[in-house]
């Protein structure tokens, strides 16, 4: 069946340097992706979308690419801080979100 | 401050118990969703109600029992439950057309759910 995946479930980096969360997905037909941010005791927090017909899309200090070639999805933060230490998951759609597992980003001062 | 508020935070009940889960959205959303959170699992799709129709997951015990009585208030009511339910139970909404469903689900902070 379908599935949406992460390659690394968990990550630690150092607070300043830059961070990349990957994610790869199979279904073809997606055609809308997600990533969320997920705090302990919180519930997922929307980060950045971004559309099939689009393969970069830039906000706050992240980035999203989007790779329809090989079915690839990435997260990039900038100058990653303590604060972003959290579950990050990314989320394919055709009609139906499908939610992959999440990776635990932590940051080290 | 989220804009999807949920009540309780934190439940425990026996299996024997009938409780129910509160969710209400303050974002003029036209859907509204069930999730169950589960350690180590993806999120999983329980209910949605969006442009007024309801949609199941029919894996979905009928122990759990949804009920959206406007676009802005959604409940879950829990009857019998087992141990394997204790998890984290999340609302969401999201703002849908009929030409299309894509669009960001904001969610609230959940239930943390233990049924004993």
């Known amino acids: 069946g379908e599935s949406v995946g992460l390659h690394l479930p968990t990550l630690s980096v150092q607070e300043g340097d830059n961070s990349i969360i990957n994610c790869a997905y199979s279904?073809?037909?997606?055609?809308?992706f997600i990533w969320y941010k997920q705090e302990s005791g919180k519930g997922p927090q929307f980060i950045i979308d971004i559309r099939s017909n689009m393969d970069k899309r830039q906000g706050q200090r992240v980035t999203v690419l989007l790779n329809k070639t090989v079915k690839h999805l990435s997260l990039q933060i900038a100058a990653t801080q303590p604060g972003d230490s959290a579950v990050y998951f990314c989320a394919e759609s055709n009609y139906k979100l499908t939610f992959g597992k999440g990776t635990l980003l932590t940051v080290n001062p | 401050e989220t804009g999807v508020t949920q009540t309780p935070r934190h439940l425990v009940m026996g299996m024997t118990n009938k409780k129910s889960l509160k969710c209400e959205q303050h974002?003029?959303?036209?859907?509204m969703y069930w999730y169950k959170q589960s350690a180590k699992k993806p999120l999983e799709l329980m209910f949605v109600y969006s442009l007024e129709e309801r949609v199941e997951n029919n894996s979905v015990p009928s122990r759990f029992s949804p009920e959206c009585p406007n676009s802005s208030h959604l409940f879950l009511h829990l009857h019998t439950l087992q141990p394997e339910d204790s998890a984290l139970y999340l609302c969401?909404?999201?703002?849908?057309?009929?030409?299309?469903?894509?669009?960001?689900?904001?969610f609230g902070n959940g239930t943390r759910l233990t049924v004993t």
């Open positions: 279904n073809s037909a997606s055609d809308y």
């Open positions: 969401a909404s999201s703002q849908v057309t009929y030409e299309s469903n894509n669009s960001p689900l904001h």
């Open positions: 974002l003029g959303h036209n859907a």
